[in-house]
Structures are given as structure tokens and as C-alpha cells.
């Protein structure tokens, strides 16, 4: 997890503007910094806020190699086929970082190419001065972030990894502008053009939910061929999406909720670790109001695998004091992905002023891949919950993806989340679309059927029923989303504010939009809709208020 910032066609380059935008996503790379303005591109400057994981000596950015210095690449990813493509193709690498692969690639394949045979999470700008091109590229799934400021009329462009870097150019550039996220699975191919501005060639989408590998795939075909059966397929391609994560010269922890997802993940990762010997202990975290239902089933599983667990109560005065933070850092005003997103910030602020651990494990992506949502026992057909599940993984970027990005990097965390593999993805999509849907009344019944037999968690953990997380997290005595309810009501204006674009539904959206606007005015297209439950009737998207709702 980085933060990369580039400007091309700004007039003036290095302008006190952008350098306030730059500082702007310190928080993302706080290990070092560098702004670059090469002399050949005079209207072209690159920044980057460096948070070391691989390669701490030779790994900052941008970079340029001694074989092709005429190329600049500026990324925030993780590849983790870099040394399969240096095997494959007999890359001369000159560092040990895994971005470096992404240079050769274009040299060799042309950009086109490069992307699909990435595997892993990326964002990155890459110039060629010889070829007078800018290429953006942002990985399948929009694991890592990335934010397009764009004025055709002038010539303008900026990316960066986080809106809050782009707003006060966006002031700046005129009412013609456009800033909003870089879609994921695609790229751009811009012309440098001789005065110094750019223009933009044509983008591709080179990515659905469900494609196939285009690499090499870290499991042949001939070793899945070799396995019984389904289930026996989808456990060990889970576990190895684990396995390719691991890659870190940092220390390693896990998001523990005690819900299937994330106890999976860390049962993995704790399996792995004692298998690559790796020199510490996993370390795993929970949060939760007094003695909540996700802090007791966490530490349940955290006994159970044997993990240096560490427990967070937040209570009242948290959410006060971090509730417009949270907003900030989020850049979205959508209701469940605020709400879902106060303990996340909460537990990542814990994880780096307390410990040593950097990378984190999460479960992100499985209750949109495996169809976990509770209102998927609603769907009218098998083929309509396959299609929305495809739905929520092309959106994901724009609600769990966001949340789970944002409230780790806003504490300089890298995160990493194996349910999103490609490999693992496409497998699991194309499984017969029935086998997917509930059964008896369980969501996520194929996956936790693939792990039934493995002893990696206690059985009530493995078939242990959803929660909503507000709920997962709460109190006993009172819930989140009461005490959301009771604090908003206080802060909320008398006062009708309107908005443009999507309007407020309830007194607690009114109050983030009016937040939101503080910081991002008239940016309302970053939540270009609600996130809802579909097929159920329902005013809330807290999954508290559909009728199969089991949890108490």
C-alpha cells in the first residue's frame, strides 16, 4: 500500500496547489517521498508516498532502470507472479521490487498485454518519453485505489490513489473538469502532445468478474485436474491465494471478526505461516462494543488456532470523536459502508499505534463472490443470483473495497485480501450457478462445505450464521446503529440542506452527505447509488431488517 500522484498539462508543474494535494496522501506511504519533474517533461511531475513491504533498499518509486531510462513508472500494488515473469521471460531484473516486472512487460508485450498478464492488486501511471505515451492501468477488482482528474479542453491530467489528493486541483481546473475513480479493469492510452498537454487515445475494459487467468496461473491445471472434487478444488485454491500473499519483508497480521470469512482467511494464513517458518507469531485482532458477539467468537478462534490476539472495545466516544473522519477518509457518503466502516478505522488505528504488524489479512470479496449476503436466499432464480453477484464484484470498488482501503491506509497498513485472487474468482463463479445459491437456509454453504472435513475451525465457527456487522460489533446493550441514530440527531442541522445528485434517504444519510460535502463539494458521482439489499423490500440496507435475519 502506497500513494501515487502524477500531474501532466498543469501549467506551471510543481505548483504550491499541487504540493498541498500531494501531502495530502502522506498517510499512505509514510516511509519516504519523492516528487520527480524530469526536464524532458517540463508539464509532467510524478509523486510517491513510499510505504516499504518488498525491497526496502532499491524499491522507490518513481522508477526508472538503467535498460530502459527513457520509461517512468509510478505504482501502488503487488505482484505476485514478478519472479514467474522474470523465470518465463529471463527479465533482466535490476531490483528486488515486484513493480519492476510491469516495465519489462511493456517492453516486451506493449500495454495491452502487460495488464492481463499481471497477477495481482495495481494501480499505476507509466511514461514513455520515446513513445510520447502515458499508460493508467488499475488492477480487476479496484483492490488498490485510484482517482482521475481530467480537462480535455485544457489538456489536463491527474491521477492519484485518493480523491483528497486531486480536490483542491479540481477547484482549480474549472467547471469543465471531471474527478472521479479510474474504473477497474481497464486502461487509458494518453498522447503526450508537444506543448505539454496530454490527450486522451481510447481506453479498454480488459476485466469481468469471472474471466480467466491470462498468466500463467500460481495453480496449473494439471494439479487442479488431479483433485477429487469440487470442494476438495475451491479449499485448495483459497489456500493458495493465501499462500501468494505472504509476500512481505514486513510482519503479518489478520482482521479477525469470528465470522466464517475472516476466520477462514486466518486459519490459512496461520497454517502457511508455521509452513514457511516464518519468524513471528500471527498476530490477530478484534473489535467490538463491551463483550460483543464478533469479540467472543474471535477469541474462539483465536484460541483455537493459537494466535498473539489482541481485543479492541470502542465505545460511545470513539464513534464521536472519529465518525467525520471516517468520512473523510472514506470519500463516499454511502450509509452501510459508514457505518461498516467506524470499527475497521477504529481496529486499524489500534493495529499501528500498538503493534508491529504492517500487512493485513481480511475477508473482503467472499459475501459477494459466494453470495453471503443474507437477501440471496430471496433471489428468483439461480442465473439472477449469479448476475448479481457479478454486479457486487464490479461495484465492490465503490463500497467494501473502498471501506476496507481506506480505513487501513488511512493508518499506513497494506492490506491484502485473498478472496478476490483471479484464479480463485473464476473458479468459484464458474461453478455450477446452483451449487452457489444457499442451501437449507445457508449462505456460503459451498464454501464452508469445502473446509468441512479440514479441522482448520471449531464447527460452530464454520457454520456459524450472519450477522450484521453493526450488530456483529455492538453491545449488547445497545447497537451501532442506535447510537449512530442518537449522535446524528444531535449534530444534524435544523436547517434542509439540499444537494445535488443522489438524495439523502433518512436524518443519518443527510448528515453524512453534509460531511461529505465539507471536504468534496459537488463530488457526488463518487457514490453513484445506495448500497441496497435487492429483491426484499426494505428502508435500511442493514441486513437487521430482512425477514431471514437470524442473528440476536
Known amino acids: ?53 518488498v525491497d526496502g533498499l532499491h524499491g522507490m518509486q518513481p522508477m526508472r532502470l538503467h535498460s530502459f531510462p527513457r520509461v517512468t513508472l509510478i505504482c501502488n500494488g503487488e505482484l505476485y507472479n514478478c519472479n514467474r515473469l522474470r523465470d518465463q521471460y529471463s527479465f533482466p531484473y535490476e531490483t528486488n521490487c ?80 471531471t474527478l472521479g475513480q479510474f474504473p477497474p479493469g481497464h486502461f487509458e492510452v494518453w498522447s503526450l502532445l508537444d506543448d505539454g498537454k496530454v490527450k486522451l ?57 469470528g465470522g466464517l470469512d475472516s476466520s477462514l482467511i486466518t486459519a490459512l494464513v496461520v497454517k502457511l505461516a508455521k509452513e514457511h517458518n516464518l519468524p513471528y507469531k500471527i498476530q490477530t485482532f478484534a473489535i467490538g462494543m463491551g463483550d460483543s458477539p464478533d469479540l467472543v467468537a474471535a477469541r474462539t478462534v483465536a484460541d483455537y488456532l493459537k494466535t498473539e490476539h489482541h481485543e479492541v472495545r470502542f465505545d460511545e466516544n470513539d464513534v464521536r470523536q472519529e465518525l467525520d473522519n471516517v468520512i473523510y477518509h472514506l470519500e463516499s457518503y454511502d450509509i452501510t459502508t459508514i457505518r461498516a466502516s467506524i470499527p475497521m478505522y477504529l481496529l486499524s488505528k489500534y493495529i499501528k499505534e500498538n503493534t508491529d504488524t504492517t500487512v493485513v489479512f481480511s475477508g473482503e470479496g467472499a459475501d459477494e463472490l459466494a453470495q453471503g449476503y443474507i437477501y440471496f436466499r430471496d433471489a428468483p432464480s439461480m442465473i439472477a443470483a449469479h448476475e448479481e453477484s457479478v454486479r457486487l464484484l464490479s461495484d465492490i470498488y465503490l463500497y467494501d473495497g473502498l471501506r476496507a482501503d481506506r480505513t487501513t491506509s488511512a493508518f499506513s497498513l497494506e492490506l491484502r485480501v485473498p478472496f478476490l485472487d483471479i484464479q480463485f474468482t473464476h473458479h468459484y463463479l464458474n461453478i455450477e450457478p446452483k451449487l452457489r445459491q444457499p442451501q437449507n437456509g445457508v449462505e456460503k454453504h459451498l ?87 435487492k429483491w426484499v423490500q426494505v428502508s435500511d440496507p442493514s441486513a437487521r431488517f430482512i425477514k431471514h435475519y437470524a442473528a440476536s
Open 1 to 53: 500500500m502506497c500513494g501515487i500522484w502524477a500531474t501532466f498539462g498543469v501549467d506551471g508543474g510543481l505548483t504550491p496547489t499541487c504540493i498541498k494535494c500531494f501531502a495530502a496522501i502522506a498517510h499512505r506511504g509514510p516511509d519516504a517521498w519523492r516528487l520527480d519533474k524530469d526536464s524532458r517533461e517540463p508539464h509532467a511531475v510524478l509523486g510517491f508516498q513510499r510505504l516499504a513491504i
Open 98 to 177: 515486484d513493480v519492476e516486472s510491469i516495465i519489462h512487460m511493456y517492453k516486451k508485450f506493449g500495454i495491452s498485454d502487460t495488464v492481463k498478464k499481471l497477477d495481482g492488486v495495481f494501480a499505476f501511471c507509466l511514461i514513455d518519453g520515446e513513445a510520447r505515451k502515458v499508460y493508467i492501468a488499475r488492477d480487476p477488482y479496484g483492490v488498490r485505489p485510484l482517482f482521475k482528474l481530467q480537462d480535455d479542453a485544457k489538456g489536463l491530467m491527474a491521477i492519484c490513489s485518493e480523491a483528497k489528493g486531486l480536490i483542491g486541483l479540481k477547484q482549480k481546473a474549472g467547471e469543465n473538469s
Open 201 to 257: 487515445d481510447y481506453t479498454e475494459k480488459y476485466f469481468t468478474p469471472g474471466t480467466p487467468p491470462r498468466f500463467v496461473p500460481f495453480v496449473s491445471t494439471e494439479d487442479l485436474a488431479k483433485m477429487n472434487s469440487l470442494y476438495e478444488k475451491t479449499a485448495f485454491l483459497l489456500e493458495a491465494a493465501c499462500k501468494k500473499r505472504l509476500m512481505s519483508d514486513r510482519r503479518i497480521g489478520c482482521l479477525l471478526s
Open 447 to 533: 464454501l464452508r462445505s469445502s473446509f468441512a472435513k479440514s479441522g482448520l475451525l471449531p464447527d460452530a465457527i464454520l457454520w456459524r450464521h450472519k450477522e450484521a456487522f453493526s450488530d456483529g460489533v455492538a453491545s449488547v446493550k445497545k447497537s451501532l446503529f442506535t447510537l449512530l441514530s442518537e449522535i446524528i440527531s444531535e449534530r444534524l442541522p435544523e436547517t434542509n440542506q439540499k444537494f445535488e445528485g443522489l438524495q439523502p434517504t433518512s436524518a443519518e444519510s443527510s448528515y453524512y452527505r453534509s460531511v461529505f460535502e465539507k471536504s468534496f463539494p459537488n463530488q457526488y458521482n463518487f457514490t453513484p447509488y445506495y448500497w441496497m439489499p
